[in-house]
Structures are given as structure tokens and as C-alpha cells.
């Protein structure tokens, strides 16, 4: 887990306790993707996103291509940005809102 992804992992935890599992590494693939945190029962997914890595081209196709096939396969998504964690109350509410 990166620094970003640990700070996201902390608010998860404190907030929505045993909702959401960090799942990055490989531990789990849809369609040969690895989400960074998942509900499998919910079939929920949250992807967190650097504005600088993807806001190259190639990138922003294959995370649509990414984003289609979790949709197109019945898994819902949230995209979090990495300036998103300097407000853990955007955090909490984007997620609240994601889990309704």
C-alpha cells in the first residue's frame, strides 16, 4: 500500500469499519484489474485515482476501458482523487452516499 492509499485505508477503517477491504496487489482481479478496495458481497468498488498519472491519454482510455468493464460485469464504482484526501469529510461523504 502506498502513503495515499494508507491515508484512504485509515478513513475506510475509522469510518466504515469491516465495509471495504484493501484489495491492491493483485490479491483480487476483475477482467484482469486489480481495485484498489472492494466489498465483494456488495459488489462495490473504489478506485483511487493521482491526478498526475491519470491525466495522461493512455491512461484516461484505460481507465475508462477499466471503469466499463466493472460496470458492464455489475460492480458499481467510486472514483476518489488523491487532492480528494486533503478533506476527510468529502471522503466520508462521497462514500456515504456511494454505500446508500
Known amino acids: 500500500m502506498n502513503s495515499k492509499e494508507i491515508i484512504l485505508n485509515n478513513i475506510l477503517i475509522k469510518y466504515f469499519p469491516l465495509y471495504f477491504e484493501y484489495i491492491g496487489k ?7 484489474y486489480t481495485p484498489d478496495f472492494i466489498n465483494i458481497k456488495k459488489k462495490k468498488i473504489i478506485e483511487l485515482y493521482g491526478e498526475h498519472w491519470h491525466s495522461y491519454p493512455s491512461t484516461i ?15 458499481q464504482l467510486l472514483v476518489i482523487y488523491v487532492n480528494d484526501l486533503k478533506s476527510e469529510g468529502l471522503i466520508i461523504k462521497k462514500v456515504k452516499e456511494f454505500i446508500k
Open 61 to 75: 482510455l484505460k481507465d475508462i476501458r477499466k471503469e466499463e468493464d466493472y460496470l458492464r460485469l455489475g460492480w
Open 26 to 32: 493483485g490479491k483480487f482481479k476483475i477482467n484482469n
